[in-house]
């Protein structure tokens, strides 16, 4: 498993497109926001919070597909689902190294980001607890839909319609602690559920993904 | 015994449903007539709201069956993952497109009701936002049953996402309430409250309701027969192929 991870690491860090290319986004997404709504110092730090997870969030989105398509496209998924590892260890392993090559980054790329959206200072450390233990369960969630959408050519689009809609939770808690942050607020409350729910998602979500990932490796 | 799994069977399923058909529109036709009309024509105007109260008797039946039939595609879903009946995977599968415009009229009729009691087209309530988020599975759902060529992985594949999708519409759902208070009334129909709604609007309501209903499953029956047809056609055509 352990072989299995470093693989998938450093795929990510040598081949190209993957590691960087999220990083970028999320760059040029918080950087498209200020052009929308203008360059108002205190409008910005009231929207910079849900702008950021936004941006982690689509970032995120971007990666996916490419969890299992490369794998699937020069058959190495077969390989791997014929080794020992169980399917649903295969996934989390999977969905760990999507985590630490694009969660990780965007957790740590965030406060930079931040500054240039004028965040209130308290606001800081509630938006990197908040990313870092919602990142967690959008790329397990990322993972069941990547698996379901493997075996379809051209399935990204598909991919965000079927996503998106399961990230709903995730981004209400996520975003909704970063906010009460940046507002000086409570912040247990939404961070409490957002662990519930990065809890029962990595719990519960790899066997889903095995599931469909057998259906398409039938 | 006649079990009910019998219905499992293709040729059975059409023979019966098409007895049934008939009866089962013709239902939904006089509870739609009867409870629209009573509703519109028959029934005085609420003394706050006018006569703009008589939209409920479209907005409430199409948000019970929305929700309903999501339902009813989950458990079809179950039987599909458990017994491997064809006929319950096209049954969900027929389902979907309903529920989808079920949810539509919800919302389209809410924001016309919306508009002149509370102000506004649209806010972001609880209610209206699951049901929203609920149209948006309601599309994926779809849009991956398009998408794959294969009848049977098709099948399992959505059957799957019907499954951890409504653990995520049921997550939303609560979520939406914790994170914006609303403009939307709370339940008002259920049957072991003091307040619910005057009985005046009450009974052409459930008439109504019944009405959806009867549409929903005559809807289903045809589509689910149309979706059995079109697959022995595709089967016949590949025989011919082959032969």
Redesign the interface.
């Known amino acids: 498993m352990i072989a299995l991870l470093t693989r998938d690491l450093r795929l990510a860090l040598r081949a190209g497109g993957g590691f960087g290319l999220g990083l970028a986004f999320f760059l040029i997404v918080v950087v498209m926001v200020p052009f929308a709504v203008g360059p108002r110092a205190d409008l910005l730090s009231s929207i910079a919070a849900g702008v950021l997870w936004i941006g982690a969030l689509l970032a995120c989105l971007l990666s996916l597909d490419r969890i299992f398509a490369l794998d699937w496209e020069d058959g190495s998924l077969d390989l791997l689902a014929t080794s020992p590892i169980p399917l649903e260890g295969l996934v989390s392993i999977k969905a760990l190294a999507h985590w630490l090559t694009t969660g990780l980054p965007l957790v740590a790329a965030a406060p930079v980001l931040a500054v240039m959206l004028n965040l209130p200072p308290q606001g800081f450390m509630p938006l990197i607890i908040s990313l870092l233990l919602g990142t967690p369960a959008l790329s397990v969630i990322g993972t069941?839909g990547a698996a379901?959408?493997v075996?379809?050519k051209r399935?990204g689009l598909?991919l965000s319609?079927?996503v998106?809609?399961?990230y709903?939770?995730t981004l209400?808690?996520g975003a909704?602690a970063a906010r009460r942050g940046a507002d000086g607020l409570d912040i247990t409350t939404?961070l409490a559920?957002l662990a519930g729910?990065t809890c029962g998602t990595i719990a519960l979500?790899p066997f889903?993904s095995a599931?469909?990932l057998r259906?398409?490796l039938? | 015994m006649a079990s009910l799994w019998e219905y499992a069977n293709p040729k059975k399923f059409i023979a019966t449903s098409d007895r049934v058909l008939p009866y089962l529109g013709g239902l939904a036709l006089v509870c739609l007539v009867v409870g629209l009309s009573w509703g519109f024509w028959f029934t005085p105007e609420d003394f706050r709201q006018g006569h703009s109260v008589k939209i409920i008797y479209l907005h409430v039946p199409s948000a019970f069956m929305a929700i309903n039939v999501w339902i009813m595609m989950l458990v079809a879903s179950l039987i599909w993952i458990v017994r491997r009946h064809h006929v319950s995977a096209l049954a969900a599968r027929a389902a979907a497109p309903v529920g989808a415009v079920m949810t539509v009229i919800a919302l389209a009729t809410g924001a016309i009701w919306g508009q002149p009691i509370w102000g506004t087209w649209w806010v972001w309530d609880p209610r209206l936002t699951s049901f929203l988020?609920l149209f948006?599975?309601y599309?994926?759902y779809m849009?991956?049953w398009a998408?794959?060529e294969d009848d049977d992985?098709a099948a399992?594949?959505t059957a799957?996402?019907c499954?951890?999708?409504s653990v995520?519409?049921l997550?939303?759902r609560y979520?939406?309430i914790?994170?914006n208070q609303g403009l939307h009334q709370g339940a008002s129909l259920s049957l072991d409250k003091e307040e619910n709604v005057a009985d005046v609007f009450y009974f052409p309501l459930l008439v109504c309701i019944a009405g959806f209903v009867f549409l929903f499953l005559t809807l289903v029956l045809l589509r689910t027969q149309t979706e059995i047809r079109a697959r022995r056609m595709r089967a016949l055509q590949a025989r011919e192929r082959l032969g």
């Open positions: 069941f379901l959408t075996g379809i399935g598909l319609l079927l998106l809609p399961l709903v939770p209400i808690f909704e939404p559920f729910i979500l889903a599931a469909v259906i398409n039938r | 988020i948006l599975f599309l994926g849009a991956l998408a794959i992985t399992d594949l799957v996402l499954l951890v999708g995520f519409a997550l939303s979520a939406v914790f994170w």
